[in-house]
């Protein structure tokens, strides 16, 4: 038994806390398809509202605000270690493709018949709380600050300023 174990403890402590999502290699391959799936997806979803944005919305322009959404949080977590940061970076892909999962019913809902903007906006904030919810306790798990599930509102909150007309 090591200084740092307990009796009673079978790993480290490091490695004890289950459940949390952590990067690795396969996270690391992974992370480019689910960023992909997850802007196209979101993609699929602004074509339904796109008479009511300011921009236009495509899978491009979501991977750009995926990638500033990682880089606005890690400017949180600056004095956190770069696993801890990578780690995070994984919770919020994991949150934005629950997200876009979530979304598919809509989109398959739209094919068939379309869906006015303002049932799939209040289907999509319904989306958004569930992910919020689920966000809050993965960032728990992690043990990171929960300052991280402020300023995941305040960065959507921006972006909504940005897309949505004046």
Known sequence: MTGEQHAGETEPPDTARRGVIRFGWKTGLLLPFAALITATTLAGFARIIQDHLAVRYDRWFELGMVTGQVVFQWAVLWRRSWAERLDYAVILLF???????????????????????????????????????VHVRLVRQ????????????AYRLIILAIVLPR
């Not at 904030?125 to 992910?131: G, K, L, S, Y």
Request: net charge neutral; glycine share 2%; proline share 8%.
């Open 142 to 153: 992690a043990a990171l600050p929960l300052i991280l599930c402020m300023t995941w509102v």
């Open 95 to 133: 949150v934005s493709s629950l997200g876009a999962a979530l979304l598919w019913p809509l989109l398959v809902w739209n094919e068939s018949s379309p869906v006015r903007p303002l049932a799939a906006t209040a289907y999509f904030f319904a989306v958004v709380a569930v992910i919020f919810v």
